[in-house]
């Protein structure tokens, strides 16, 4: 079985950052693309950012500029770097990894989410 668990949310000032972690743990073969999602209550769950394993990125618009993404693929591990943080990027930040374990082909697995809250 393969397992995502995220870190590094919490509560922060606008204006300020905090980095994310997701590392993957399991039964791994390989991991094609991971990405982070976000979910405000009250709106579905969209995407923040995503990389493949060759290292191209791709973010939602309300992000570009102010967060980073990036993979250590010897850890497993995705990271989003999040600066110049707004009350509107509030939200349960979900990972996610397109990953074939030993005897599965690739599929998507998810982790349990992480609270990131942007409030003065």
């Known amino acids: 079985q393969v397992q995502l668990v995220e870190s590094g949310g919490g509560l922060v000032q606008p204006g300020g950052s905090l980095r994310l972690s997701c590392a993957a743990s399991g039964s791994i073969f390989s991991i094609n693309a991971m990405g982070w999602y976000r979910q405000a209550p009250g709106k579905q769950r969209e995407l923040v950012a995503a990389?493949?394993?060759?290292?191209?990125?791709n973010y939602a618009d309300s992000v570009k500029g102010r967060f980073t993404i990036s993979r250590d693929n010897a850890k497993n591990t995705v990271y989003l770097q999040m600066n110049s943080l707004k009350p509107e990027d509030t939200a349960v930040y979900y990972c996610s990894g397109e990953i074939a374990t030993t005897y599965r082909p690739p599929e998507d697995y998810w982790g349990q989410g992480t609270q990131v809250t942007v409030s003065s």
């Open positions: 990389i493949t394993s060759g290292g191209s990125t």
